[in-house]
């Protein structure tokens, strides 16, 4: 069973940071592809940013400039560094494993004020 832990979600202000990690088990780290989702109150869950196994990354266009993807193959770990955070940012934050179909984390709240 492939698991998806994610950690780094909190309350922070508008203009603040902060780092998701997402730690996967299970899976063939290296050769899969990662990203991150989020699903806003009310919203329909979008994608924020992806990484092949190779490191090319794509965003959304509402996060591009202030977010990074990043991967870490010996940690088997998935982060999304976060900046300039907006209060439309809060969301709960899921992290995907693409092995080869899309496993999903349990999610991580988000909450920035404003």
């Known amino acids: 069973q492939v698991q998806l832990v994610e950690s780094g979600g909190g309350l922070v202000q508008a203009g603040g940071a902060l780092r998701l990690s997402c730690a996967a088990s299970?899976?063939?780290?290296?050769?899969?592809?990662m990203g991150w989702y989020r699903q806003a109150p009310g919203k329909q869950r979008e994608l924020v940013a992806t990484i092949t196994p190779s490191g090319s990354t794509n965003y959304a266009d509402s996060v591009k400039g202030r977010v990074t993807i990043s991967r870490d193959n010996a940690k088997k770990t998935v982060y999304l560094q976060m900046n300039s955070l907006k209060p439309e940012d809060t969301a709960v934050y899921y992290c995907?494993?693409?092995?080869?179909?899309?496993?999903w984390g349990q999610g991580t709240q988000v909450t920035v004020s404003s």
């Open positions: 299970r899976i063939f780290f290296s050769i899969t592809a």
């Open positions: 995907t494993a693409d092995w080869p179909t899309r496993y």
